[in-house]
T-cell receptor, first 114, second 110 residues
Framework: DTEVTQTPKHLVMGMTNKKSLKCEQHMGHRAMYWYKQKAKKPPELMFVYSYEKLSINESVPSRFSPECPNSSLLNLHLHALQPEDSALYLC?????????????FGPGTRLTVT | GNSVTQMEGPVTLSEEAFLTINCTYTATGYPSLFWYVQYPGEGLQLLLKATKADDKGSNKGFEATYRKETTSFHLEKGSVQVSDSAVYFCALYNNNDMRFGAGTRLTVKP
């Protein structure tokens, strides 16, 4: 199984809402990533988890809160977002942090903040 | 620092035409180079890679050669199909840093 799944596929939320994005992989990968992708732009790395521990936070605002409950799951908790946070949020995983170039991407969650 | 520059799109071709998407990079040392493809509504997929100078990566009829002397990794395909319509990203990996180019949208018309 070489698949990364993400739920939900689409999400519309207000600026006062709290919601969560979920990501799952069963490839035994020990590194997982969150990316943000604005329209017609490349993905921008937000967070890196290695062996379930946060290893990189690319200066992301605190209204985004990642969580890695176990080696297969990655969540992104959202609170008090702004309209400019509307984007495609991609999850990815790779065998190890050092092998990020072997990452598999999920299909993404398209988030709209109203 | 590390950076990737790729040709701006969009690129529109007829089926069976020859494709070239240019990519150049800036990096210290010896980066690994990649092409990813993103089909509509999907995440990125690794298309091909090259890890050292003069390596040629290939997959699904696409090819790219790692040229250190020109710091380039241009993507080519001899005969594109409608199903190749997607956004193509050039990327590099160097010193634990992964960088993507801005992406080039390709549309292939029947």
């Amino acid at each position: 199984d070489t698949e990364v799944t993400q739920t939900p596929k689409h999400l519309v939320m207000g600026m006062t809402n709290k919601k969560s994005l979920k990501c799952e992989q069963h490839m035994g990968h020990r590194a997982m990533y969150w990316y943000k992708q604005k329209a017609k732009k490349p993905p921008e790395l937000m967070f890196v988890y290695s062996y379930e521990k946060l290893s990189i936070n690319e200066s992301v605002p605190s209204r985004f809160s990642p969580e890695c409950p176990n080696s297969s799951l990655l969540n992104l908790h959202l609170h008090a977002l702004q309209p400019e946070d509307s984007a495609l949020y991609l999850c990815a995983s790779s065998p190890l942090r050092q092998a990020i170039y072997e990452q598999y991407f999920g299909p993404g969650t398209r988030l709209t903040v109203t | 620092g590390n950076s990737v520059t790729q040709m701006e799109g969009p690129v529109t071709l007829s089926e069976e035409a020859f494709l070239t998407i240019n990519c150049t990079y800036t990096a210290t040392g010896y980066p690994s180079l990649f092409w990813y493809v993103q089909y509509p509504g999907e995440g990125l997929q690794l298309l091909l890679k090259a890890t050292k100078a003069d390596d040629k990566g290939s997959n699904k009829g696409f090819e790219a050669t790692y040229r250190k002397e020109t710091t380039s990794f241009h993507l080519e395909k001899g005969s594109v199909q409608v199903s190749d319509s997607a956004v193509y990203f050039c990327a590099l990996y160097n010193n634990n840093d992964m960088r993507f180019g801005a992406g080039t949208r390709l549309t292939v018309k029947p």
